[in-house]
């Protein structure tokens, strides 16, 4: 499966931007799929991610309550909802999506077997 990411760029801290991750060679149902995000200098983070079995969604406690993570199958696409950015959202966020991680995982991104290149997310105070 290949990943594609777009919707980043500059927002103002308080704005809005949706990301997405389109996937092609196949189809998502089935696939645990994530977002995390790497700022300059810092190690990759988990910010959200939905369960194989759709079952549930989880997220960052630093994402709670600004950020919803969403699929649509009929698109084989992924979504990231964020809201009330801050500057320390900063950063590059990868969609990342895998086949057999189990619920308990999904915050692992050692877990994650394919992956899109990346868009930025830069937040101006």
């Known amino acids: 499966v290949q990943l594609q990411a777009s919707g980043g760029g500059l927002v103002q801290a308080g704005g809005s931007l949706r990301l997405s991750c389109a996937a092609s060679?196949?189809?998502?149902?089935?696939?645990?799929t994530a977002w995390f995000r790497q700022a300059p200098g810092k190690e990759r983070e988990f910010v959200a991610a939905?369960?194989?079995?759709?079952?549930?969604?989880y997220t960052a406690d630093s994402a709670k309550g600004r950020f919803t993570i969403s699929r649509d199958n009929t698109q084989n696409t992924i979504y990231l909802q964020m809201n009330s950015l801050k500057p320390e959202d900063t950063a590059v966020y990868y969609c990342a999506t895998s086949y057999r991680v189990i619920s308990s995982a999904v915050m692992d991104d050692k877990m994650y077997h394919f992956w899109g290149q990346g868009t930025q997310v830069t937040v101006s105070s």
């Open positions: 060679g196949r189809t998502l149902r089935g696939a645990a």
């Open positions: 939905i369960t194989r079995t759709n079952s549930g969604t």
